[in-house]
């Protein structure tokens, strides 16, 4: 079992910065590829980016592609979000997950093990 804790959401303009990070615990001596997914009001749980458990392979939504970058920390258990130039459209819940492997995973229907989620707004 994993359990993973998102922070670092909150309230930020639009064209600001924000950086979300996600700790792990309990199996973690096991590898897992780690994503990051998001759910606005009224939409579906959507798929924002996603490392590979050597953080040698990064996969991004192209709706973030270029403003996102995610990044992993094995040795702390924590994987990031940066999020760059933040949109009206980011707001949402954000979710990190983790899926048993090495390699990265982009369907969140392959991941495991998801956390409560933090809120980011983005406000125009």
């Known amino acids: 079992q994993v359990q993973l804790v998102e922070s670092g959401g909150g309230l930020v303009q639009a064209g600001g910065s924000l950086r979300l990070s996600c700790a792990a615990s309990?199996?973690?001596?096991?590898?897992?590829?780690m994503g990051w997914f998001r759910q606005a009001p009224g939409k579906d749980r959507q798929f924002v980016a996603a490392?590979?458990?050597?953080?040698?392979?990064?996969y991004y939504a192209d709706s973030v592609k270029g403003r996102f970058t995610i990044s992993r920390d094995n040795a702390k258990s924590t994987v990031y979000l940066q999020m760059n130039s933040l949109e009206p459209e980011d707001t949402a819940v954000y979710y990190c997950?983790?899926?048993?492997?090495?390699?990265?995973?982009?369907?969140?229907?392959?991941?495991?093990?998801w956390g409560q989620g933090t809120q980011v707004t983005v406000s125009s």
């Open positions: 490392i590979s458990w050597s953080a040698g392979r990064t």
């Open positions: 309990g199996r973690t001596s096991s590898a897992y590829a």
């Open positions: 997950a983790a899926a048993p492997g090495v390699w990265v995973v982009v369907r969140q229907y392959d991941y495991d093990y």
